[in-house]
């Protein structure tokens, strides 16, 4: 450790503890990082002072105070922000004896170097991933570690033991018992790696606990071989890995057929169908990144991608004219990357239609072009027309959008009187518009 340099006021923190007699070591994902020479962002210092001891020691510092169910305190001090919590026990090596994992279980002191009691320096060498105590009752404590494992071999390419991934599986029922907000952050770096199918498959129960509707799709045959060659579940994890690494993009992958089991449909020539598929898709992916508390903004982008997913056009100006009213401009660009991705996960016949989304995507650019596709740059109307008309500052970009979404669904012209005359109209009700 003596080769890395640790933040000044981190450093400073650690002697400040000790001037007042109190131990304190850097502890936790810190030390894991510099040892994998990795950014630090997230500091942790483990002490034996009590939590008030704590806040007595930084109380002459401008430095924010943050307490978190009477374990921990955030101080930002001199623009860094580390969390500090009392031993969970009587010394450090006790301490270290509850954390999760041995990669995790280790501490560092400027002075004494590396305390590794449980071998974590061994393990994160030899990239393996294990815990400190006994799986159920690590998993118990805190069930969220199962997903933390998870996102550990994913993005630190840390491999659980095989006892380890017996417990991942077997105890991912106790992800019920987490709550709802801890999972996104979690979650998000899986699905942000290279090839998230790999964690998926290999942790299903873990998603399948998680997303309940994903377990249903695991071997579904979807009988319909002229489009697809895959099951429900190969398919979706075939489309998620052939998207780019947005997590808007990433998540419509993800949720754009979870749905087909609940709509699946065998005629009476044996061909599987799945009617309606996208917007029961769109309705359970509302629900369940809800339920995980993504922000509503994150929400309504990655369900329109879901909803329009599979929306036929046509390479025709009208055809794609047609659908942009309907789509809006925005996400263009993922919404045709989950095109792609689609037919990368369907039946190899296929492929050719690729051509068409390429060609498509050209004509777009071409409309945008050529102004057939009305955008705020082209709009009629602009904010310091709004603004002449005596719209306040916070009013003139809603009244934009909504102007705009009239003008694209043709239910308003776009022309300079009559959007004026629009906009007169509008200021007095904007308010009830949401």
Same mark, same amino acid.
């Given at each position: ?8 006021? &981190? #450093?400073? +923190? =650690? ?5 007042? /007699?109190?131990?304190?070591? @850097? ?118 570690? &199962? #997903?933390? +494992? =998870? ?5 630190? /390419?840390?491999?659980?033991? @095989? ?121 359970? +992916? ?149």
């Amino acid at each position: 450790m003596d080769s890395f340099e640790i933040n000044p006021n &981190i #450093l400073y +923190a =650690i002697s400040l503890l000790e001037s007042h /007699g109190y131990q304190a070591y @850097l502890v936790g994902g810190a030390v894991r990082d510099f040892l994998l020479d990795l950014e630090v962002s997230d500091y942790d210092i483990a002490t034996n002072a009590t939590l008030d001891q704590a806040i007595e020691v930084f109380k002459e510092f401008k430095c924010k105070k943050y307490i978190s169910k009477n374990i921990t305190i955030g101080v930002k001090l001199n623009h860094t922000y580390f969390e500090l919590s009392s031993f969970k026990g009587s010394t450090i090596e006790e301490d270290l004896s509850n954390r999760d994992f041995t990669v995790n279980s280790m501490a560092y002191h400027p002075k004494y170097g590396l305390i590794d009691p449980y071998h974590g320096l061994s393990d994160l060498v030899s990239k393996r991933l294990k815990t400190v105590k006994d799986i159920e009752e690590v998993f118990t404590y805190d069930p969220n570690r &199962i #997903l933390r +494992a =998870i996102r550990f071999h994913a993005t630190r /390419g840390l491999i659980p033991t @095989l006892e380890l991934k017996m417990g991942i599986n077997k105890y991912s029922y106790l992800l019920n018992e987490i709550k709802s907000e801890r999972v996104g952050k979690e979650i998000d770096p899986i699905l942000l790696t290279e090839t998230p199918s790999f964690y998926i498959r290999e942790y299903i129960s873990v998603f399948s606990t998680l997303f309940p509707e994903l377990g249903k799709c695991i071997d579904f045959d979807q009988k319909c071989p002229k489009w697809h060659n895959l099951d429900v579940l190969s398919h979706i994890l075939k489309v998620l890995d052939s998207t780019k690494c947005d997590l808007t993009l990433r998540y419509a992958a993800f949720f754009h057929d979870i749905a087909k089991p609940m709509s699946y449909f065998l005629d009476d020539k044996g061909v599987g169908h799945f009617y309606g598929h996208a917007i029961k898709s769109e309705e359970y +992916a509302r629900v369940m990144l809800e339920k995980y508390t993504y922000n509503h903004h994150f929400i309504d982008r990655v369900c329109h991608l879901i909803y329009y997913h599979d929306y036929p056009i046509e390479d025709t100006d009208k055809s794609v004219l047609d659908f942009l009213y309907k789509f809006g401009i925005k996400d263009l660009d993922l919404y045709l990357g989950l095109k792609r991705a689609d037919i990368l996960g369907q039946n190899p016949d296929l492929y050719y239609r690729l051509d068409k989304i390429d060609s498509i995507q050209e004509r777009i650019k071409r409309l945008l072009e050529e102004e057939r596709i009305i955008t705020y740059k082209n709009l009629k109307i602009n904010g310091d027309i709004l603004q002449g008309l005596g719209y306040e500052a916070e009013e003139i970009g809603k009244a934009l959008r909504i102007i705009l979404n009239k003008v694209i669904k043709r239910e308003l012209k776009n022309d300079e009187k009559k959007l004026y005359n629009y906009a007169c109209e509008l200021k007095y009700h904007l308010n009830e518009i949401e």
